[in-house]
C-alpha cells in the first residue's frame, strides 16, 4: 500500500518509517473502506462518486504527506509536471496529511493555482505554462480553458482535505455508520463547491 507518486516531496522522516504517514494511511483506509466502501485492492488510487449535487462526478483520491507548507507543495507539483503527466489529473480531491490547513475547496484552488502560474509567467511561456496544466483541461476545451490572459485556469477540479479534519466524521454521532457517511458526504460537498 506505499505510495510513491509523490516520493520526491520533502518528507523529514521516511516515508516507510514514519508513524505520521502510515497512521494518515489507516484514516485514508477507515474512512474510504467504511464509509465509501473502497475495496482494499483499490486503496492505492481510490475513485469516489461525489455525493448529490454533484453526483455526476467522479473524483480520484491522492494522498499527499509531507512536511512543507501548501503553497510550495502545489509549486512543486506543477514544476516537477504532477499535473502535465496524469499523476494529478482533472476531478482531484487531495488527502492532506500534513500541517497548517483543513481544507482547500475548489474555488479556493482556483486562486491559489491562478496566483502560482501568475508568479511563474516570467519563467514559463503561455504554451508552457498551458503544458504544465494540460491535464487539468479537458480535450473538448484545451487551450480555450486555459486564460493565456492571465496565465491560469478558467476551470480546475482541485480540491484538498486534511486527514485529521476528515476523521471528524467519525465523532458526536454514536457509532452510526449512516451518520458518519452524512457527515463525510457534508464534508467533501463543502470542498467541491464552486
Same mark, same amino acid.
Given at each position: 500500500?506505499? =505510495? ?17 504517514? #502510515? ?6 483506509? $477507515? ?8 475495496? $482494499? +485492492? ?24 509531507? +512536511?512543507?507548507?501548501? =503553497? ?26 500534513? %500541517? =497548517? &490547513?483543513? @481544507? ?23 504554451? @508552457? ?14 487551450? $480555450?480553458?486555459?486564460?493565456? &490572459? ?13 486527514? !485529521? ?5 467519525? @465523532?458526536? $454521532?454514536?457509532?452510526?455508520? !449512516?451518520?458518519?457517511? %452524512? ?8 470542498? #467541491? !463547491?464552486?
Amino acid at each position: 500500500m506505499f =505510495e510513491n507518486d509523490f516520493e520526491k516531496i520533502r518528507c523529514d522522516r521516511g516515508k516507510w518509517y514514519c508513524d505520521k504517514y #502510515w497512521k494518515g494511511q489507516l484514516k485514508k483506509a $477507515v474512512i474510504l473502506g467504511g464509509l465509501k466502501n473502497i475495496e $482494499v +485492492d483499490n486503496m492505492k488510487n481510490p475513485k469516489i462518486s461525489m455525493p448529490n449535487p454533484y453526483e455526476d462526478d467522479v473524483v480520484q483520491i491522492k494522498f499527499l504527506c509531507t +512536511d512543507d507548507k501548501f =503553497e510550495k507543495v502545489i509549486t512543486e507539483l506543477i514544476e516537477k509536471d504532477f499535473f502535465s503527466n496524469g499523476i494529478i489529473t482533472d476531478k482531484t480531491i487531495f488527502l492532506w496529511n500534513g %500541517s =497548517e &490547513i483543513k @481544507e482547500y475547496s475548489r474555488r479556493r484552488f482556483r486562486r491559489v493555482i491562478c496566483n502560482i502560474a501568475d508568479s511563474k509567467r516570467n519563467k514559463y511561456s503561455s504554451n @508552457e505554462l498551458y503544458q504544465k496544466f494540460s491535464k487539468l483541461l479537458s480535450k473538448d476545451d484545451g487551450y $480555450v480553458k486555459f486564460d493565456i &490572459i492571465k496565465g491560469g485556469l478558467s476551470s480546475c477540479n482541485i480540491a484538498l482535505i486534511a486527514t !485529521e479534519y476528515m476523521m471528524k466524521s467519525l @465523532e458526536n $454521532v454514536d457509532g452510526d455508520p !449512516e451518520k458518519m457517511k %452524512s457527515q463525510f458526504e457534508e464534508q467533501i460537498k463543502k470542498i #467541491w !463547491e464552486v
